[in-house]
């Protein structure tokens, strides 16, 4: 147990840091803005390309493993989606967004460092294709059911460029698509630049977990709603439950495999959840609420989860 204790308390203890320092220190919202450039557009692209790049080409292809993960979260999506509904009685919109919390994980911000420190280097492929497809499934879903639902109404093509843009323009999945072709073509990149590499990806996760912590400190919280407990419930345990359950229906796959997609769909509510609800000013103090107590009720089911994994507790089949 102390060995699983050692595991989470880096992570968790990071944001508990962020959201100490964001509580305490009298800073306004805007001093996170270089911190947040500097995550979205140079460490965490840089973890993202150097995890690829140097994963073999047959390990990134793995087409079973992208449609049994990405499945597990539409699932769960729409499962929210339908209970969030139930629950509040809101408009779809709101529905769209509770879909979101109890489904899009944070895999940007926390899942490299938790499934790397927990599993190792050969995490890293199926870690990133997790996130790869989670981010473009969520990205799609996002614009294409305001546009059907939302009061403001494009067509058909501009929702299509719209999501286009939104895929393959993002900075990691850019970063992972370049990492791809640097495996694939087999570069040998040169000891500067790899260094440098190395030294980005370094700060990339405790930099990410502080800021996650200091976000979630300032986001404003809204009234307690009796739909919050629920998608809370299903991001944490409902969610790892129904990718573990894909990943050994389709079968085929490393115990390491398995392992990272029940972890990846462990963790909370990405915080990126609050800026699409202010994006599209629906269900935004809510929103807010969800990341901060799933984030909160993610350390006892997270700890749980190593606990399992690094216990070999998990079935590995039925």
């Avoid at 400190?217 to 944490?236: C, D, N, S, T, Y």
Wanted: charged letters at 10%.
């Amino acid at each position: 147990m102390l060995h699983v204790l050692s595991l989470a308390a880096p992570f968790f203890g990071v944001i508990l840091i962020g959201f100490a320092s964001g509580k305490i220190a009298r800073l306004p919202q805007a001093g996170l803005a270089w911190l947040d450039f500097f995550l979205v557009y140079v460490a965490l692209p840089a973890l993202f390309f150097d995890l690829v790049h140097k994963t073999p080409v047959q390990e990134l292809t793995r087409v079973s493993y992208v449609a049994a993960t990405t499945t597990a979260t539409f699932i769960t999506f729409v499962i929210s989606l339908f209970v969030g509904r139930m629950l509040s009685r809101g408009t779809m919109r709101e529905a769209t967004i509770q879909g979101v919390i109890g489904s899009y994980a944070n895999v940007g911000y926390m899942g490299p460092g938790l499934t790397l420190g927990t599993l190792g280097a050969q995490a890293a492929a199926p870690t990133a294709l997790i996130f790869c497809f989670d981010v473009t499934l969520i990205f799609t879903l996002l614009p294409v059911m305001m546009a059907i639902f939302g009061e403001e109404r494009r067509s058909f093509g501009a929702t299509l460029l719209l999501v286009l843009r939104r895929v393959f323009l993002h900075p990691f999945i850019f970063a992972t698509l370049l990492g791809g072709v640097a495996a694939l073509l087999s570069l040998d990149i040169p000891t500067p630049i790899q260094s440098t590499l190395t030294f980005l990806r370094g700060s990339a996760a405790p930099t990410a977990l502080f800021a996650l912590g200091v976000t979630v400190a300032l986001q404003p919280a809204g009234h307690g709603v009796r739909e919050m407990p629920v998608l809370i419930f299903i991001k944490l345990l409902v969610h790892p439950l129904i990718a573990w359950t894909m990943v050994t229906l389709v079968g085929g796959f490393e115990p390491v495999w398995i392992y990272t997609a029940v972890l990846m769909a462990s963790l909370p509510t990405a915080a990126t959840t609050y800026v699409a609800a202010l994006q599209y000013d629906t269900y935004v103090a809510r929103a807010a609420t969800s990341i901060l107590f799933g984030t909160t009720a993610s350390m006892i089911t997270v700890t749980a989860a190593i606990y399992l994994v690094t216990h070999h507790l998990i079935p590995l089949g039925f």
